[in-house]
């Protein structure tokens, strides 16, 4: 488990908290965001765990939220794609945050059967979207980044330093579209 535990709520619906992993955490809000009052609270390895542990803490309060590439790998079924979009979405939806700002799984281009990781990234995002529809879960606002982020079918190394994190060009494009969102 994670030592990192949000001890007190956030303050206030004026914030927009950033909850994930990595990705999250290594996000520059203060230059992507330098108008938004903004919270980070990315953690690396972090994953449905996380968000688990942090259930009720943003109680009717903006909230970004991005992790699942540390959960998933290229042994997923479908079968296994369907149950953990049960837990992705219960866990999301249990931060009671609303509204959530739920961005994409981005590729990666890190393993050594990297088709096979983002071909089970690519059906997580479709049934997470589908799901978010079918389910009529109308707190969650989903930004689909996947395919702008994407070249021959994997992470696109102009976006990324090391074939999973995003450089600042990847975060330009991350923050661009979270923005059309965000900015309406």
């Keep these: 488990m994670f030592s990192f535990v949000l001890s007190e709520c956030s303050d206030g619906p004026a914030y927009y908290n950033f909850l994930g992993d990595s990705i999250v955490e290594l996000w520059d809000l203060n230059d992507n965001f330098p108008t938004l009052l903004t919270k980070n609270y990315g953690v690396a390895g972090s994953g449905i765990e996380y968000i688990r542990e942090n259930a009720g803490c943003f109680d009717n309060q903006n909230l970004i939220i991005l992790f699942g590439t540390n959960d998933l790998n290229a042994a997923y079924s479908d079968q296994d794609i369907e149950n953990y979009v049960t837990q992705y979405l219960d866990a999301v939806t249990a931060t009671r945050a609303n509204p959530i700002y739920l961005i994409s799984v981005l590729p990666r281009i890190t393993e050594s059967n ?69 900015l309406k």
Excluded: M, P, W
């Design 114 to 182: 990297v088709e096979a990781a983002n071909e089970v990234i690519d059906k997580f995002n479709a049934c997470v979207k589908r799901r978010i529809v079918e389910e009529n879960i109308d707190e969650i606002i989903y930004v689909d980044v996947h395919d702008l982020l994407l070249k021959d079918g994997c992470l696109n190394l102009q976006y990324s330093y090391d074939g999973l994190h995003l450089n600042r060009y990847g975060y330009e494009i991350l923050t661009d579209q979270l923005n059309k969102y965000l």
